[in-house]
């Protein structure tokens, strides 16, 4: 076999070797796309947050302390433990009123789940208590209040109507022993808010009263209550 033969056959030995090895990393790319391109199936699920004790409403005094609010979260689908994030950025306990905090739950997989809490600033004895049924003056229509936390109270029909489709309950705060605050919030009929409020106590006659602003659900005449 002479010289030329030898080198001819080196060169289409090397060739081969070449468009093998062109191959083989052809193949190894193309394994290693579908392995990329593969998609994980995830079940939409949120945490579930929980409040100790199961309550949402708290109170501090003016200037006083943020409140101690304990909560957990867990994923029941997951059967994962979640960490709970407090956002009292919203919270100012040199102005009395209601406040509302945001706590947040995120799973592994990044789905996030909300509650609230809801935080009375007041000043008022812890011993006062307006709870308990009310009359509406103008129409004798009898409304239930319930004492929440010191100071914070929610009415179940917040604007003494007999008509059932308006009754919706709301918030207040008694701030002192002349002063109540219905403030901006939501009910199932909408944002609503409270103008020229107040409250008087006696042994024989206890009161509130308020106007209705920012819902065109009712009228904005001043509403006044007796108790019972």
Do not use: W
Request: charge should be neutral; hydrophobic fraction near 40%.
């Amino acid at each position: 076999m002479g010289a030329l033969e030898l080198l001819t056959i080196k060169t289409i030995v090397m060739k081969r070797i070449i468009i093998f090895s062109a191959l083989v990393l052809f193949v190894v790319a193309g394994c290693r796309k579908k392995q990329n391109d593969v998609s994980t199936e995830v079940t939409v699920s949120y945490p579930t947050i929980s409040f100790a004790g199961g309550n949402v409403y708290f109170s501090i005094p003016l200037n006083g302390g943020l409140p101690n609010v304990s909560a957990t979260a867990y994923d029941s689908f997951y059967k994962e433990r979640d960490s709970v994030i407090l956002d009292q950025s919203s919270l100012d306990n040199t102005q009395t009123g209601l406040y509302i905090v945001t706590a947040s739950a995120k799973n592994k997989y990044g789905m996030t789940s909300y509650s609230s809490v809801y935080v009375a600033v007041t000043n008022i004895n812890p011993v006062i208590n307006l709870a308990g049924p009310y009359v509406r003056v103008s129409n004798n229509d009898t409304v239930h209040v319930s004492k929440l936390a010191t100071g914070l109270y929610m009415t179940d029909n917040v604007a003494g109507t007999p008509n059932v489709a308006a009754q919706v309950p709301a918030f207040f705060v008694q701030t002192d022993d002349t002063t109540i605050i219905l403030p901006l919030q939501q009910t199932p009929l909408g944002s609503l808010y409270g103008a020229s409020m107040a409250c008087h106590m006696s042994p024989l006659d206890t009161t509130y009263q308020y106007s209705i602003q920012g819902n065109p659900s009712f009228g904005t005449s001043v509403r006044t209550f007796l108790k019972l």
